[in-house]
C-alpha cells in the first residue's frame, strides 16, 4: 500500500466517522458541537476531573475548553465542585440533564459503530483495533 492510499483512507474514515457521528447526533436531537461532546464525555467517565485535567487529555488549549465548560454550565449539563484536594480548582460533574444528553450521545455512538461495522468479523474488528491502537501508541511514544 502505498503512503498516500494510507493518507487518504484514513482522511476518508475520519470523515466518515465524525459525519456519521453528526448524523447520529441529530437523530437524537441534540445540538452540540465535537469539542462540547468530548468536553461533557470527559466530565462524565471522571469523577474527579478538572478543566486542566480535561484540557491534557483533550491535547487542547485550555481556554477552549473553559469556553465549552462554561457553555455546558450554562446548558445546565455540569457543575463544578469545590475541589478539596486543591483550592485553586474545581471539580466537574454532570447534572441529570447532562447524564441524559450522555445517555443519547452513547446511542449516536452506537448507532455509528453499528453503521461502519455492519460487515465486519470480530476477527477484523480485532485487527483493527490492534493496528490503529498501536499506530497512536507510535506518536504517543515519540511525543514523550
Given amino acids: 500500500m502505498s503512503k498516500n492510499s494510507l493518507s487518504e483512507t484514513l ?41 486542566k485535567s480535561i484540557a491534557q487529555h483533550m491535547q487542547r488549549d485550555k481556554a477552549q475548553i473553559t469556553r465549552a465548560l462554561n457553555d455546558l454550565l450554562v446548558a445546565d449539563l455540569i457543575v463544578k465542585k469545590d475541589n478539596p484536594l486543591d483550592g485553586r480548582s474545581q471539580l466537574l460533574q454532570p447534572t441529570a440533564k447532562g447524564k441524559a444528553v450522555m445517555a443519547k450521545l452513547n446511542a449516536a455512538e452506537e448507532w455509528t459503530r453499528e453503521q461502519l461495522t455492519q460487515h465486519l468479523t470480530v476477527a477484523e474488528l480485532n485487527a483493527f483495533l490492534q493496528v490503529s491502537n498501536t499506530m497512536i501508541s507510535n506518536v504517543k511514544n515519540r511525543q514523550s
Avoid: F, W
Wanted: aromatic share 2%.
Fill in 11 to 51: 482522511h476518508q474514515l475520519m470523515h466518515t466517522y465524525t459525519n456519521l457521528l453528526l448524523e447520529g447526533i441529530r437523530r437524537q436531537e441534540l445540538d452540540l458541537s465535537v469539542t462540547h461532546i468530548r468536553t461533557l464525555k470527559g466530565v462524565c467517565q471522571n469523577p474527579e476531573v478538572t478543566a
